[in-house]
């Protein structure tokens, strides 16, 4: 697809206010929960339309405090951990962490290796589930171009209005992160005001276009159903009992906490808590 499928990452730092309640799941229950933990794209890979820049999490400092935000998560003791790594290459996500158990891996800045590998091992859970579609729409990929509608439609000053402004957001967002712990970013990542804000622009996207040719619509559309593909891969994992936390670009978070609470698959487990204990360790 000319235009991919990515998360518009719109965190805005100090978004959530208070603290976040007690968890109030049942862990008798015979029901599958689900525990979405919405993710900064770590290694700074810029393939969305709008990025954080993220600083280096690879310093001893940030290396600490991600320590310290797994070990918050595992107190929810997870029973599965599924990854935004394509689901047909989930053997080249196995021979990644076997290689990670053995000592034989060197943990890249990105958010699968520094927090979902981490959590894993400690868990002695043997794998981690590879959850994530992106492939081609249906059609011919210019249906969902709405980039290049808007340059050829006069809409080219509000394109680039709408990614300026949310760039500057996302640096003022950055430049708060420095100032927190990496705990503190997941907390106010996860909270529902900024999965909502996280998810708003792309009613703006689908703006892009006219009654008879809209890309911008055609593309959001297709950022459903990736979305519904993931949800369904998620949905596959479930099983009694189990307590399956997805770590998954935050931009995803809003759509598949949604598709959790009206299909009923899965209870949705807010992770703030637990990012909370890790907040505690470092204070």
Same mark, same amino acid.
């Given at each position: 697809?000319?235009?991919?499928?990515?998360?518009?990452?719109? +965190?805005?730092?100090?978004?959530?206010?208070?603290?976040?309640?007690?968890?109030?799941?049942?862990?008798?229950?015979?029901?599958?929960?689900?525990?979405?933990?919405?993710?900064?794209?770590?290694?700074?890979?810029?393939?969305?339309?709008?990025?954080?820049?993220?600083?280096?999490?690879?310093?001893?400092?940030?290396?600490?405090?991600?320590?310290?935000?797994?070990?918050?998560?595992?107190?929810?003791?997870?029973?599965?951990?599924?990854?935004?790594?394509?689901?047909?290459?989930?053997?080249?996500?196995? *021979?990644?962490?076997?290689?990670?158990?053995?000592?034989?891996?060197?943990? =890249?800045?990105?958010?699968?290796?520094?927090? +979902?590998?981490?959590?894993?091992?400690?868990?002695?859970?043997?794998?981690? /589930?590879?959850?994530?579609?992106? !492939?081609? @729409?249906? @059609?011919?990929?210019?249906? /969902?171009?709405?980039?290049?509608?808007?340059?050829?439609?006069?809409?080219?000053? *509000?394109?680039?209005?709408?990614?300026?402004?949310?760039?500057? !957001? =996302?640096?003022?967002?950055?430049?708060?992160?420095?100032?927190?712990?990496?705990?503190?970013?997941?907390?106010?990542?996860?909270?529902?005001?900024?999965?909502?804000?996280?998810?708003?622009? /792309?009613?703006?996207?689908?703006?892009?276009?006219?009654?008879?040719?809209?890309?911008?619509?055609?593309?959001?559309? &297709?950022?459903?159903?990736?979305?519904?593909?993931?949800?369904?891969?998620?949905?596959?994992?479930?099983?009694?009992? !189990?307590?399956?936390?997805?770590?998954?670009? +935050? @931009?995803?978070?809003?759509?598949? !906490?949604?598709?959790?609470?009206?299909?009923?698959?899965? &209870?949705?487990?807010?992770?703030?808590?637990?990012?909370?204990? @890790?907040?505690? &360790?470092? *204070?």
């Amino acid at each position: 697809m000319l235009v991919r499928l990515c998360a518009l990452l719109l +965190a805005m730092g100090n978004i959530s206010a208070g603290h976040a309640t007690p968890p109030a799941e049942d862990r008798t229950t015979s029901s599958p929960q689900v525990m979405l933990v919405g993710t900064y794209h770590l290694a700074n890979n810029n393939r969305d339309l709008i990025n954080i820049p993220v600083e280096d999490v690879l310093s001893p400092k940030r290396q600490r405090e991600i320590e310290q935000l797994v070990d918050g998560l595992a107190q929810w003791r997870p029973t599965r951990v599924a990854v935004e790594w394509d689901r047909s290459e989930q053997a080249a996500l196995d *021979r990644r962490y076997a290689d990670h158990l053995a000592g034989d891996l060197d943990l =890249a800045a990105n958010e699968r290796d520094q927090i +979902a590998f981490r959590l894993a091992r400690k868990l002695g859970t043997p794998r981690l /589930y590879a959850v994530d579609w992106n !492939e081609q @729409g249906p @059609g011919d990929p210019s249906d /969902y171009d709405f980039l290049d509608w808007a340059r050829r439609n006069g809409g080219g000053e *509000r394109l680039e209005t709408f990614v300026r402004e949310g760039q500057a !957001e =996302a640096d003022r967002a950055a430049s708060i992160m420095r100032g927190q712990t990496v705990s503190e970013w997941y907390y106010d990542l996860n909270s529902p005001e900024a999965r909502m804000q996280a998810h708003r622009p /792309y009613f703006e996207i689908a703006s892009f276009g006219s009654n008879e040719d809209n890309p911008g619509a055609a593309w959001v559309g &297709a950022w459903y159903a990736r979305n519904l593909r993931i949800f369904n891969n998620i949905r596959e994992i479930l099983g009694p009992e !189990e307590r399956v936390l997805v770590l998954y670009g +935050a @931009g995803h978070t809003y759509l598949l !906490e949604r598709f959790l609470r009206e299909s009923q698959a899965a &209870a949705a487990v807010d992770p703030r808590p637990y990012i909370q204990g @890790g907040q505690a &360790a470092v *204070r």
